[in-house]
């Protein structure tokens, strides 16, 4: 099984992932720890581009978590069972960010590259609250629905993700 996880910061991506991966035997890749260099700098394309097609390639079952729609993308979706959109409240994931990053500062989580420790400011709060759940991009993420019905769910809230969970 291959899957395809994205959706808002702050939603559980990397912690779905984790599960899924763990249920299924799937090798997982978080996009996070390919993206960003130490200390949250951007990786150059051509590298993260090469990293992911490497892990696409090396495995049979996979758990991708991560938006980051100039590496490998349409290959991520195309060659997926199941893309899986975690589309929480923005008060829910402020609410996760923060937290998280309480019970992680100052430590470089598995799902962050390297070198990158937990952090939380006011420009990850704003990308959370607003900037990163702007229509259009909905919009986007929506029409992936009507592009893959038979392999697209979008989760909005806990309780839908605990249920999908149940369906593993």
């Known amino acids: 099984m291959k899957t395809v996880i994205m959706g808002t910061s702050g939603s559980g991506k990397s912690t779905l992932a984790k599960?899924?991966?763990q249920r299924e035997g799937a090798a997982v890749l978080h996009m996070d720890a390919v993206h960003f260099l130490p200390g949250w700098v951007e990786r150059p394309q051509v590298n993260e581009t090469a990293l992911v097609e490497a892990f696409l390639d090396e495995h049979d079952a996979w758990v991708i978590d991560g938006?980051?729609?100039k590496t490998c993308y349409t290959r991520r979706l195309e060659e997926?069972?199941?893309i899986v959109v975690l589309w929480f409240g923005r008060w829910t994931c402020l609410w996760r960010?923060?937290?998280r990053w309480w019970q992680n500062?100052?430590?470089v989580r598995d799902s962050s590259a390297p070198g990158c420790k937990e952090k939380i400011d006011l420009e990850f709060i704003w990308?959370?609250?607003?900037?990163?759940?702007?229509?259009?991009k909905l919009a986007r993420i929506e029409a992936?629905?009507?592009?893959?019905?038979?392999?697209?769910?979008?989760?909005?809230?806990?309780?839908?993700?605990d249920a999908f969970i149940r369906t593993l």
């Open 19 to 21: 599960k899924i991966g």
């Open 67 to 69: 938006n980051y729609t």
């Open 80 to 82: 997926a069972d199941r």
């Open 97 to 99: 960010a923060v937290h």
């Open 105 to 107: 500062r100052g430590v």
């Open 127 to 136: 990308w959370i609250l607003y900037d990163g759940r702007r229509p259009a």
């Open 144 to 161: 992936l629905g009507q592009q893959y019905p038979g392999k697209f769910t979008m989760l909005r809230n806990q309780r839908e993700l």
